[in-house]
């Protein structure tokens, strides 16, 4: 048997073995309890309650989406078209609320909004469009950027002013574009669960939220089963629409992309791109100062107070706050280890030639939510030969779970993208597939694997729709810690959420960096 | 040393190599040549273990070589733009063969840095081969194919993205190279001149078969048939009874007179090419040195010298 063809088998069972057990099991699990039981969950589908839920989650979406596009395309058409100092900063903090967790987001706008307005539809809105302006601005302004300035030139010389040159030209060539954000923007506030949870207070719920009452509040394992049914059929329509939409981007984008077009502002211009700039900068910066804001206002001025009352006993949970943060940075420790293995050998069998189908596959959890998955997981785990869900364990193998497909997304590119001939070349000088495998694509694929690190520590860290299912309370992480201290009243509780808020923000923030840094050391992404 | 039998492989279906034969000596430089398409570097990737032959064997020396792969087989590859690794420096790409081999470290510094002055590029050791230029990323290239010391070099074009005075300082090097170490080394191109500067032999290749495998001068003299003297760039075929005939523009004798034409006369170095139309309406090609050559329009007597005219006919057998 040849040795080589042995590892690659061991290197497709591990990761379906593992997507089978904790992917696929927990899932046919939701099914089985939905769809068999006495009779088909017709009437909860029906129910007036659902019928309402949907109709929200749908029409918040919708109006998300537009404000996204409408506060998003400013300060996207910013940053493509214009050369300023600091550009390049201002391009990398627009991306920072997206990675922010959604629990931060959410404690975020608690602080900032006044009272009466920080729970319901407009603080949800607010957050939508805070987390998603990033989408917005990365793939429209891409797509802007790489526009051909002679087609307004040629506009112009044919007679069209500033506002025809938007309408007849720009609007339309950046179309799929738009239409690609917008999809993206819909998708993720239609599954939007943490900030829903959060600040919807309590007549306001989406799908994902109501998913989470029925399992964890009601303990209607059934409605909740049959209500994840409708998420995944819903999801799945709209990745596919995403997909295609995301596809149909492309050609313009390569015309011009290696051209350098950006200009200084002329004029007018310059006024508009400060104001544009300066709108952006408050409107994505309030949140955050209003939060390390209240983290310090403490009732006898501000101080250190609320931070360390973290290091002490409190009613909202059964250990000390500190500890959540311990727990968090373990778990998220495992949880990045694992991904980075199952999802390594993931990309490293999708970077064959003919697998590409492979990291379709992987990319599968991506489309079903956290959410689904730690409900999942609490009714699949819950007999015996598998009864772990209350094993801690579960927990880095939820967040792996989740942050798997971004690891193969980063590697399995950078490991197609190796010369076959250094491969060979290596082989032509002795070295065998095994030695080829440690001298060539290991080293050459380390950054990315750096930088996939860095991601699946953020993402796991921040980790709140499955965590919430399957965290024990003498064991929680960070943001479901955050959670227990913003569901109960007094100021300091929401003191201390929003301290630890500023913690795990920060903790983001620095595995965020350490990925960046090694991207930005090493050229890539 | 080196020997294909009878080698065909195909990809998808289309044959790349269809029963290529060619046999290399012990010490002997041949070079490869053929259109892009002949499956040149096809028969290179053959005797590297790289592609797997669909017919025949390749021996190297008496050992066949099916079913050993290519980290086993101590046969060189400089490939066409070096395919250096670019997360080592000179030094560490030069060393791979031998480290893969288990060399000791000391031993290893010492024959990197002999192989690295053998290619010119003495002290060379810590750069990073991004910071190469073309040329010496090729010579770095042929370094590391050198270091341990491999029984046959195998050559794909590694002058093929140079251009200009450098290729022509590393095709010198190239020669004299081989003619001091003595490799065995099978060099594929696409120029003539550089197979014939380089080849003890030339080999011709023509959709996926050697067609003529023979010393430049021979192969000059006797191409083996019209497709590879065109291929050669002569281009006076004449067919007479049944015969192809090849008439060498040498042989094509112009003096003052009547009976041809010239339609132009092109300097090329020391050699001017004339072309002629002879009253019949058949057109020739002429080369003479004379600084006082005949100028287009002019009318001229051709005579044709009997020893410059070759019989076309069935390949020549390779001479081994």
Same mark, same amino acid.
């Given at each position: 048997?040849?040795?080589?063809?042995?590892?690659?088998?061991?290197?497709?069972?591990?990761?379906?073995?593992?997507?089978?057990?904790?992917? !696929?099991?927990?899932?046919?699990?939701?099914?089985?309890?939905?769809?068999?039981?006495?009779?088909?969950?017709?009437?909860?589908?029906?129910?007036?309650?659902?019928?309402?839920?949907?109709?929200?989650?749908?029409?918040?979406?919708?109006?998300?989406?537009?404000?996204?596009?409408?506060?998003?395309?400013?300060?996207?058409?910013?940053?493509?078209?214009?050369?300023?100092?600091?550009?390049? @900063?201002?391009?990398?903090?627009?991306?920072?609320?997206?990675?922010?967790?959604?629990?931060?987001?959410?404690?975020?706008?608690?602080?900032?909004?006044?009272?009466?307005?920080?729970?319901?539809?407009?603080?949800?809105?607010?957050?939508?469009?805070?987390?998603?302006?990033?989408?917005?601005?990365?793939?429209?302004?891409?797509? #802007?950027?790489?526009?051909?300035?002679? @087609?307004?030139?040629?506009?112009?010389?044919?007679?069209?002013?500033?506002?025809?040159?938007?309408?007849?030209?720009?609007?339309?060539?950046?179309?799929?574009?738009?239409?690609?954000?917008?999809?993206?923007?819909?998708?993720?506030?239609?599954?939007?669960?943490?900030?829903?949870?959060?600040?919807?207070?309590?007549?306001?719920?989406?799908?994902?939220?109501?998913?989470?009452?029925?399992?964890?509040?009601?303990?209607?394992?059934?409605?909740?089963?049959?209500?994840?049914?409708?998420?995944?059929?819903?999801?799945?329509?709209?990745?596919?629409?995403?997909?295609?939409?995301?596809?149909?981007?492309?050609?313009?984008?390569? =015309?011009?992309?290696?051209?350098?077009?950006?200009?200084?502002?002329?004029?007018?211009?310059?006024?508009?791109?400060?104001?544009?700039?300066?709108?952006? $900068?408050?409107?994505?910066?309030? +949140?955050?100062?209003? =939060?390390?804001?209240?983290? &310090?206002?403490?009732?006898?001025?501000?101080?250190?107070?609320?931070?360390?009352?973290?290091?002490? %006993?409190?009613?909202?949970? =059964?250990?000390?706050? #500190?500890?959540?943060?311990?727990? /968090?940075?373990?778990?998220?420790?495992?949880? *990045?280890?694992?991904?980075?293995?199952?999802?390594?050998?993931? $990309?490293?069998?999708?970077?064959?030639?003919?697998?590409?189908?492979?990291?379709?596959?992987?990319?599968?959890?991506?489309?079903?939510?956290?959410?689904?998955?730690?409900?999942?997981?609490?009714?699949?785990?819950?007999?015996?030969? @598998?009864?772990?869900?209350?094993?801690? #364990?579960?927990? +880095?193998?939820?967040?792996?779970?989740?942050?798997?497909?971004?690891?193969?997304?980063?590697?399995?590119?950078? @490991?197609?993208?190796?010369?076959?001939?250094?491969?060979?070349?290596?082989?032509?000088?002795?070295?065998?597939?095994?030695?080829? #495998?440690?001298?060539?694509?290991?080293?050459?694929?380390?950054?990315?694997?750096?930088?996939?690190?860095?991601?699946?520590?953020?993402?796991?860290?921040?980790?709140?729709?499955? *965590?919430?299912?399957?965290?024990?309370?003498?064991?929680?992480?960070?943001?479901?810690?955050?959670?227990?201290?913003?569901?109960?009243?007094?100021?300091?509780?929401?003191?201390?959420?929003?301290?630890?808020?500023?913690?795990?923000?920060?903790?983001?923030?620095?595995?965020?960096?350490?990925?960046?840094?090694?991207?930005?050391?090493?050229?890539?992404? | 040393?080196?020997?294909?039998?009878?080698?065909?492989?195909?990809?998808?279906?289309?044959?790349?190599?269809?029963?290529?034969?060619?046999?290399?000596? %012990?010490?002997?430089?041949?070079?490869?040549?053929?259109?892009?398409?002949?499956?040149?570097?096809?028969?290179?990737?053959?005797?590297?273990?790289?592609?797997?032959?669909?017919?025949?064997?390749?021996?190297?020396?008496?050992?066949?070589?099916?079913?050993?792969?290519?980290?086993?087989?101590?046969?060189?590859?400089?490939?066409?733009?070096?395919?250096?690794?670019?997360?080592?420096?000179?030094?560490?790409?030069?060393?791979?063969?031998?480290? !893969?081999?288990?060399?000791? /470290?000391?031993?290893?510094?010492?024959?990197?840095?002999?192989?690295?002055?053998?290619?010119?590029?003495?002290?060379? %050791?810590?750069?990073?081969?991004?910071?190469?230029?073309?040329?010496?990323?090729?010579?770095?290239?042929?370094?590391?194919?050198?270091?341990?010391?491999?029984?046959?070099?195998?050559?794909?074009?590694?002058?093929?993205?140079?251009?200009?005075?450098?290729?022509?300082?590393?095709?010198?090097?190239?020669?004299?190279?081989?003619?001091?170490?003595?490799? *065995?080394?099978?060099?594929?191109?696409?120029?003539?001149?550089?197979?014939?500067?380089?080849?003890?032999?030339?080999?011709?290749?023509?959709?996926?078969?050697?067609?003529?495998?023979?010393? +430049?001068?021979?192969?000059?003299?006797?191409?083996?048939?019209?497709?590879?003297?065109?291929?050669?760039?002569?281009?006076?075929?004449?067919?007479?009874?049944?015969?192809?005939?090849?008439?060498?523009?040498?042989?094509?004798?112009?003096?003052?007179?009547?009976?041809?034409?010239?339609?132009?006369?092109?300097?090329?170095?020391?050699?001017? *090419? &004339?072309?002629?139309?002879?009253?019949?309406?058949?057109?020739?090609?002429?080369?003479?040195?004379?600084?006082?050559?005949?100028?287009?329009?002019?009318?001229?007597?051709?005579?044709?010298?009997?020893?410059?005219?070759?019989?076309?006919?069935?390949?020549?057998?390779?001479?081994?």
């Amino acid at each position: 048997m040849d040795r080589h063809r042995a590892a690659l088998s061991a290197a497709v069972a591990l990761p379906v073995g593992f997507f089978a057990l904790f992917f !696929v099991y927990p899932l046919a699990a939701i099914l089985h309890r939905g769809l068999s039981g006495s009779e088909l969950p017709l009437d909860v589908l029906t129910s007036r309650r659902t019928l309402d839920v949907l109709w929200f989650t749908l029409w918040q979406a919708a109006v998300s989406t537009a404000l996204t596009l409408a506060l998003g395309l400013p300060l996207a058409w910013a940053l493509a078209r214009f050369r300023f100092r600091g550009r390049a @900063l201002a391009q990398a903090l627009v991306v920072v609320p997206f990675v922010l967790p959604t629990v931060v987001v959410a404690s975020a706008f608690l602080a900032l909004l006044p009272e009466g307005l920080e729970r319901g539809l407009p603080a949800i809105l607010a957050a939508h469009v805070f987390f998603n302006i990033a989408v917005v601005v990365r793939i429209v302004g891409g797509f #802007w950027a790489g526009i051909d300035p002679r @087609l307004w030139e040629a506009a112009a010389t044919l007679g069209a002013g500033p506002a025809a040159r938007l309408r007849e030209v720009t609007l339309p060539v950046l179309g799929p574009a738009l239409a690609a954000a917008g999809a993206l923007a819909f998708l993720f506030s239609f599954s939007s669960f943490g900030a829903v949870l959060i600040l919807g207070g309590p007549g306001r719920a989406t799908l994902e939220t109501e998913i989470y009452n029925q399992a964890a509040r009601a303990f209607d394992l059934r409605a909740a089963a049959a209500l994840s049914l409708l998420q995944l059929a819903c999801i799945f329509a709209l990745l596919a629409v995403t997909g295609r939409l995301e596809r149909r981007l492309g050609g313009p984008r390569r =015309l011009a992309a290696e051209r350098d077009l950006l200009r200084r502002p002329r004029g007018r211009e310059r006024l508009l791109l400060t104001g544009v700039l300066g709108a952006g $900068a408050i409107g994505l910066g309030l +949140p955050l100062a209003a =939060l390390v804001e209240r983290s &310090l206002a403490t009732p006898a001025g501000y101080g250190l107070a609320f931070y360390r009352a973290l290091g002490e %006993e409190t009613p909202a949970l =059964l250990v000390e706050p #500190w500890r959540a943060a311990v727990n /968090s940075l373990v778990f998220a420790a495992l949880a *990045t280890a694992l991904a980075l293995v199952v999802g390594g050998l993931v $990309a490293w069998v999708a970077a064959r030639p003919r697998a590409v189908w492979v990291d379709r596959l992987a990319m599968l959890p991506l489309g079903v939510s956290a959410v689904m998955l730690g409900f999942g997981f609490v009714i699949a785990f819950d007999d015996p030969p @598998l009864e772990f869900r209350r094993s801690a #364990w579960l927990i +880095p193998v939820a967040q792996a779970l989740v942050a798997a497909p971004f690891v193969v997304r980063i590697v399995a590119p950078a @490991l197609r993208s190796i010369d076959e001939r250094l491969r060979e070349a290596a082989a032509v000088l002795g070295a065998s597939p095994a030695r080829v #495998w440690r001298e060539v694509d290991l080293p050459l694929a380390l950054r990315a694997l750096g930088v996939a690190a860095g991601f699946a520590f953020a993402i796991s860290l921040g980790e709140f729709g499955a *965590t919430v299912f399957i965290a024990r309370s003498d064991r929680p992480t960070v943001p479901v810690a955050i959670f227990r201290f913003l569901s109960r009243p007094g100021a300091l509780n929401a003191g201390e959420a929003a301290a630890l808020s500023v913690v795990l923000m920060a903790m983001t923030a620095v595995a965020v960096l350490a990925a960046d840094r090694i991207a930005v050391r090493r050229g890539t992404l | 040393m080196l020997r294909a039998e009878e080698v065909a492989v195909a990809f998808d279906g289309v044959p790349a190599l269809a029963g290529a034969e060619l046999a290399v000596g %012990e010490g002997e430089t041949v070079a490869v040549l053929g259109p892009s398409g002949s499956g040149k570097s096809t028969l290179l990737r053959v005797f590297a273990g790289l592609v797997r032959p669909d017919a025949g064997r390749v021996l190297l020396g008496a050992r066949d070589l099916a079913g050993v792969p290519a980290h086993r087989r101590g046969i060189g590859l400089v490939f066409q733009d070096g395919a250096l690794f670019p997360h080592r420096d000179v030094e560490r790409n030069v060393a791979f063969g031998l480290r !893969v081999a288990g060399v000791a /470290s000391e031993v290893r510094r010492g024959r990197v840095a002999e192989v690295l002055a053998l290619v010119g590029l003495a002290g060379f %050791e810590r750069r990073s081969v991004s910071t190469l230029s073309g040329g010496e990323q090729q010579r770095v290239a042929l370094a590391r194919a050198l270091a341990p010391d491999p029984r046959v070099l195998l050559l794909d074009e590694p002058l093929g993205s140079l251009d200009g005075p450098r290729r022509t300082r590393l095709l010198a090097d190239l020669g004299e190279l081989f003619t001091r170490l003595r490799l *065995t080394a099978v060099y594929v191109t696409h120029d003539i001149g550089e197979a014939f500067a380089l080849g003890d032999r030339v080999a011709v290749m023509r959709e996926g078969r050697v067609v003529q495998c023979a010393a +430049p001068d021979e192969l000059w003299a006797r191409p083996a048939d019209a497709w590879t003297a065109r291929f050669l760039g002569m281009t006076n075929m004449r067919e007479e009874g049944g015969r192809s005939l090849l008439v060498r523009p040498e042989a094509v004798l112009v003096s003052p007179g009547a009976g041809a034409t010239v339609l132009a006369a092109e300097r090329r170095g020391a050699i001017v *090419t &004339l072309r002629l139309r002879l009253d019949g309406g058949e057109e020739l090609e002429a080369v003479t040195t004379r600084i006082d050559h005949p100028r287009a329009g002019e009318r001229v007597a051709v005579e044709l010298d009997p020893a410059g005219i070759v019989e076309l006919g069935r390949p020549v057998e390779p001479n081994d």
